[in-house]
């Protein structure tokens, strides 16, 4: 059964510093491409960064120069560098791979930015 799944979150103060994962198991074929999504209390989950095999990437305007998203070269792990996390970057982020045409989702892990 293939799974995504993300680690990496927790507690930071502002400024401070994370790096989500995502790992794709139980799949013998590569994503074609890996999103980070985040939803934060009583707001619509939106997309924070993504990348495509080519490795080309993409930024939502509120992480650019903040947030860099890599992966491995078999493109089954992503990654989110999360640097000078500010209190609005506080959500649950959710991994999404795009595998052969359907969309996996991860179960999330919690980022808390707090003072």
């Known amino acids: 059964q293939v799974q995504v799944m993300e680690s990496g979150g927790g507690l930071v103060q502002p400024g401070g510093s994370l790096r989500l994962s995502c790992v794709i198991s139980g799949s013998i074929y590569s994503a074609n491409a890996m999103s980070w999504y985040r939803q934060a209390p009583g707001k619509e989950r939106e997309l924070v960064a993504g990348i495509v095999s080519g490795g080309d990437t993409q930024y939502v305007d509120s992480v650019k120069g903040r947030f860099a998203i890599s992966r491995d070269h078999a493109m089954k792990t992503a990654y989110l560098q999360m640097n000078n996390l500010q209190l609005e970057d506080t959500a649950v982020y959710f991994c999404?791979?795009?595998?052969?045409?359907?969309?996996?989702w991860g179960q999330g892990t919690q980022v808390t930015v707090s003072s």
């Open positions: 999404n791979a795009l595998i052969r045409g359907v969309a996996m």
